[in-house]
């Protein structure tokens, strides 16, 4: 895409406004980038106490996308399998606590997209650098699938596919910038959903990186 469209789409892309993806799926254009820097800041003084790390699936496997956790819980995989643990494995400390500006925006953007009431007690941070990509999952981790997510995007764009309950359902894709805010409740909540390999550039406050929020009721 010529660049001057490309900015043009990034700026009708910032405007705030909603955009419905599915029954109880929503886009929130822009929602968090007048708290980009602040939403970053809290990411780094995070990854200062748990470090990103790239972690290992039941299949052997070593993720392309580096994970960190804050909350009561954090996500994790290893040659075990897929669980919340209080502690962080590779520190034994308990995962550090999650900033009040999260639980803010998430109550907030849910709160905009009908879900009043949603309190997350568990934050995974994802950081994708060239190349690193997501396959199509369900979360499926949490215990009560009543609740939604709230998924924060920052820095460089990626594009984000999301599907239906069923593996086999058609994948749609939806280009996620810095600050959309996306929240999946409601029938959308077991979609299958992933992101395709992040594309190289250069972001004013993240450089060669995407960081995504999830935040999520997991207890
Ligand atoms: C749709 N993360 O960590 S967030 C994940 O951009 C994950 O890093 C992606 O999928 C990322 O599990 C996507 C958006 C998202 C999160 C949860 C969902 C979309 C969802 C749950 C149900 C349906
Ligand atoms: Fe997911």
């Known amino acids: 895409m010529p660049y001057i469209w490309a ?7 910032t405007d705030g406004g909603m955009e419905a993806l ?38 052997g496997f070593e993720m392309s996308v580096a994970m960190t956790n804050c909350g009561l819980g954090g996500w994790i995989t290893d040659r075990k399998g897929y669980r919340y643990t209080g502690v962080d494995p590779e520190t034994g400390r308990p995962w550090p606590a999650m900033p009040a500006a999260f639980l803010a925006l998430a109550r907030e953007a849910a709160a ?5 009431g949603f309190v997350p007690d568990a934050c995974l941070i994802n950081r994708y650098e060239p190349g690193a990509r997501l396959s199509p999952h369900q979360d499926k981790d949490e215990a009560d699938y009543g609740h939604p997510i709230v998924s924060v995007s920052l820095g460089l764009p990626a594009t984000f596919q999301f599907g239906g309950p069923k593996r086999s359902d058609p994948l749609r894709k939806v280009r996620l910038h810095h600050g959309d805010v996306v929240v999946w409740g409601g029938p959308s909540r077991l979609a299958h959903h992933g992101v395709l390999a992040l594309k190289d550039g250069e972001h004013p ?15």
């Open 112 to 116: 905009a997209a009908g879900f009043a």
């Open 205 to 219: 406050l993240t450089g060669r990186r995407r960081f995504n929020l999830t935040l999520r009721k997991a207890f």
């Open 7 to 13: 900015t043009m789409q990034s700026l009708f892309d």
């Open 22 to 59: 599915g029954p109880g799926a929503a886009v929130l254009r822009g929602r968090a980038l007048p708290r980009g820097e602040a939403l970053l800041a809290a990411i780094d003084a995070i990854a200062a106490a748990a470090p990103f790390r790239r972690m290992t699936t039941p299949g």
